[in-house]
């Protein structure tokens, strides 16, 4: 069996890829969907989120935590939510992500509350990219191979 894969062009300094998140299970709005641009970052070991998505999501805060950033410890807001991806060869100039279903990955995450000023939405960080295998390569295309 193939497990779905994604496959895109990295301008050699950062991994950014569409994600596509979901509230919890358990949420009063399970199905609704966001999509958005994540930061693949293999340095973090946390997935985080930006306060204006969660409030989007009409996510609940679960509790704080102590989150060690670039910029020095942080007390974060915690959120629980479901990360998904649109597979598929983004370097296709044929292949429309807006015509796929995502792959949710199964397990929720317990996500951090990014800042306000962060550039991107979405930090993807090891807790999720740890589910599946990436390959970055000097050319500048990445895959990641999801399950």
Known sequence: MQ????????NRERLILPIVILPGYNSLNPTQTLQTDGLLDTGAT????RGDLARALELRPKGQRRVLTANGDILAQEYLFRVGFVCGDYTDPYFDPLTQQPYVLDKEVLGFELGERFPYPMLIGMDVIAQGDLAINRSGTARLVIG
């Open 3 to 10: 497990m779905p894969a994604i496959e895109w062009r990295h």
């Open 46 to 49: 946390g997935t985080g989120i």
